[in-house]
């Protein structure tokens, strides 16, 4: 068996979400995003460019304990309000896409019908 040059990915391994903390971090914010408990992406890690709360670090204001205590709180809160357990996208489904079908069908009336009077 040949050894791959592509390295091995944990891109696909699910997220837990973090343990409530008096001190939460950034980590933690992005942790529950990726974990799926906002309700609105798949439990898979995300890996993101710059990480949350970083342009805060570089104004010279990191966000406090406080302020990422509430942003993890309102990112949870709309999914568990309603009752939801999961959002769409836990469900692997998004629906027959309508719109984008009709209108490659309707283009391709007028093409045929417009052929077919340049040809007669």
Same mark, same amino acid.
């Given at each position: 068996?040949t050894?791959?040059?592509?390295?091995?990915?944990?891109?696909?391994?699910?997220?837990?979400?973090?343990?409530?903390?008096?001190?939460? +971090?950034?980590?933690?914010? @992005?942790?529950?995003?990726?974990? &799926?408990?906002?309700?609105? #992406?798949?439990?898979? !890690?995300?890996?993101?460019?710059?990480?949350?709360?970083?342009?805060?670090?570089?104004?010279?204001?990191p966000?406090?304990?406080?302020?990422?205590?509430?942003?993890?709180?309102?990112? +949870?809160?709309?999914?568990? @309000?309603?009752?939801?357990?999961? &959002?769409?996208?836990?469900? #692997?489904?998004?629906? !027959?896409?309508?719109?984008?079908?009709?209108?490659?069908?309707?283009?391709?009336?007028?093409?045929?019908?417009?052929?077919?009077?340049?040809?007669?």
């Open positions: 068996m050894k791959s040059d592509i390295p091995p990915t944990h891109t696909i391994n699910p997220i837990d979400q973090p343990p409530d903390s008096d001190a939460p +971090t950034a980590a933690m914010l @992005k942790a529950d995003i990726d974990s &799926g408990a906002s309700g609105d #992406k798949t439990e898979v !890690f995300d890996p993101g460019m710059a990480m949350l709360g970083t342009c805060e670090e570089a104004s010279g204001t966000l406090t304990p406080a302020q990422l205590a509430w942003a993890r709180r309102q990112e +949870t809160f709309h999914r568990w @309000k309603n009752g939801l357990k999961t &959002g769409i996208a836990h469900h #692997k489904r998004d629906g !027959f896409p309508i719109t984008f079908v009709g209108f490659i069908v309707f283009v391709g009336v007028i093409l045929v019908s417009g052929i077919s009077m340049v040809r007669t």
